[in-house]
């Protein structure tokens, strides 16, 4: 059974940075990519960055230059470094696996609660 379980969201002042972690119960490689959504309350579900296997990364603009996507592939762990927090940036955030083992079947972990306030 594949499983994500993402960590590390917490209330954070802003301009604050906070590392959230995903980790797999499956290799990171059995996946066409992984990334992180956020969904904000009242808001739509929102790509914040993301990576195929190849190594290419995309990001939101509106994360472009705080936010880094990387990974673990020993460790079976995907991380989201947030730097230079904002209070739009508060929000559940999902990890994703893409594609598992090109099935075109996605997987979501629980999510995990980013606030960013003073």
């Known amino acids: 059974q594949v499983r994500l379980v993402e960590s590390g969201g917490d209330l954070v002042q802003p301009g604050g940075s906070l590392r959230l972690s995903c980790a797999s119960s499956?290799?990171?490689?059995?996946?066409?990519?992984m990334g992180w959504y956020r969904q904000a309350p009242g808001k739509e579900y929102e790509l914040v960055a993301a990576?195929?296997?190849?190594?290419?990364?995309n990001y939101a603009d509106s994360v472009k230059g705080r936010f880094t996507i990387s990974r673990d592939n020993a460790k079976k762990t995907v991380y989201l470094q947030m730097n230079s927090l904002k209070p739009e940036d508060t929000a559940v955030y999902y990890c994703?696996?893409?594609?598992?083992?090109?099935?075109?079947?996605?997987?979501w972990g629980q999510g995990t609660q980013v606030t960013v306030s003073l």
């Open positions: 499956t290799s990171i490689s059995s996946f066409g990519g």
């Open positions: 990576f195929v296997s190849s190594g290419t990364t």
């Open positions: 994703t696996g893409f594609d598992y083992n090109g099935s075109g079947h996605d997987y």
